[in-house]
Nanobody
Framework: QVQLVESGGGLVQPGGSLRLSCVVSGAIFRLYVMGWYRQAPGKQRELVAQITGGGSTNDPDSVKGRFTISRDNPQNTVYLQMNSLKPVATAVYYC???????WGKGPLVTVSS
């Protein structure tokens, strides 16, 4: 059974940084495309960043240059480094793995002074 366990959420001030981690078990990690999604209150879940097993990344313009996704295949872990955080980044951040569409439970990230 594939399981995703995230860590690293919390409260951060505007302009600050935070790193999220997601450890995957029950899967051949390098074969999975990993992604981070977020869902703000009252809004739809949206893609934040995605990375293939070989390390190719995809991220939308809204976070380009500020958020960086990376992965450590031997450690079965994917990371999301978030810099220059803005209050609009406040959301629950979900780790995602595909094929199979597996989701973590999602840590809350709150950007506020």
């Amino acid at each position: 059974q594939v399981q995703l366990v995230e860590s690293g959420g919390g409260l951060v001030q505007p302009g600050g940084s935070l790193r999220l981690s997601c450890v995957v078990s029950g899967a051949i990690f390098r074969l999975y495309v990993m992604g981070w999604y977020r869902q703000a209150p009252g809004k739809q879940r949206e893609l934040v960043a995605q990375i293939t097993g070989g390390g190719s990344t995809n991220d939308p313009d809204s976070v380009k240059g500020r958020f960086t996704i990376s992965r450590d295949n031997p450690q079965n872990t994917v990371y999301l480094q978030m810099n220059s955080l803005k209050p609009v980044a406040t959301a629950v951040y979900y780790c995602h793995a595909t094929p199979g569409h597996y989701w973590g439970k999602g840590p809350l990230v709150t950007v506020s002074s």
